[in-house]
T-cell receptor
Framework: GESVGLHLPTLSVQEGDNSIINCAYSNSASDYFIWYKQESGKGPQFIIDIRSNMDKRQGQRVTVLLNKTVKHLSLQIAATQPGDSAVYFCAESFNTGGFKTIFGAGTRLFVKA | GAGVSQTPSNKVTEKGKYVELRCDPISGHTALYWYRQSLGQGPEFLIYFQGTGAADDSGLPNDRFFAVRPEGSVSTLKIQRTERGDSAVYLC????????????FGPGTRLTVT
């Protein structure tokens, strides 16, 4: 993913609304995609993943959509809560003999009460 | 249960010094990853271990960086002749087995090179 330096893209939503965070990935060979949540001072926390043979996967209050044609990934959060405020990263993973994971630049989500 | 732990949580060192950063993965996890995260950016892949061997070290920026995992559990990231540009949070993650599986991250070590 392309770095945006100190200024992360920001999404501000009202508590209770749905949030959609978008991500473009770069490698056509990527076959595993993951969304992570990172709160200040902590390591990234796994939210949901999807493999390249799927286009949609649902978890608890979260849905990931994968469009391989345009190399686009999105995370939908239903009924966004103040505790969802964090930086969200998409990541793509592909087999290099090992399994290399490349993170995007991140989106900061603010939830207004 | 215990998650991934990293020590120290903070390390301040002078330019030119040698540092070691330690990662204790979740017990039984065979895959271990190191990442570096600069302020406002996503984690940057450094190296991936499968057991004791480095399966992919293509992310190590130069030969001042080296990592080991001698017994397939604890890993140490070693940085020689530190430079101010090495300042970042160094993250470690582990997963149960190699491949496309959930990675569990530690809290990171914040390295500051003065």
């Amino acid at each position: 993913g392309e770095s945006v330096g100190l200024h992360l893209p920001t999404l501000s939503v009202q508590e209770g609304d749905n949030s959609i965070i978008n991500c473009a990935y770069s490698n056509s060979a990527s076959d595993y995609f993951i969304w992570y949540k990172q709160e200040s001072g902590k390591g990234p926390q796994f939210i949901i993943d999807i493999r390249s043979n799927m286009d949609k996967r649902q978890g608890q209050r979260v849905t990931v959509l994968l469009n391989k044609t345009v190399k686009h990934l999105s995370l939908q959060i239903a009924a966004t809560q103040p505790g969802d405020s964090a930086v969200y990263f998409c990541a793509e993973s592909f087999n290099t003999g090992g399994f290399k994971t490349i993170f995007g630049a991140g989106t900061r989500l603010f939830v207004k009460a | 249960g215990a998650g991934v732990s990293q020590t120290p949580s903070n390390k301040v060192t002078e330019k030119g010094k040698y540092v070691e950063l330690r990662c204790d993965p979740i017990s039984g996890h065979t895959a271990l990853y190191w990442y570096r995260q600069s302020l406002g950016q996503g984690p940057e892949f450094l190296i991936y271990f499968q057991g004791t061997g480095a399966a992919d070290d293509s992310g190590l920026p130069n030969d001042r960086f080296f990592a080991v995992r001698p017994e397939g559990s604890v890993s140490t990231l070693k940085i020689q002749r530190t430079e101010r540009g090495d300042s970042a949070v160094y993250l470690c993650a582990s997963s149960l087995k190699p491949g496309p599986y959930e990675q569990y991250f530690g809290p990171g070590t914040r390295l500051t090179v003065t």
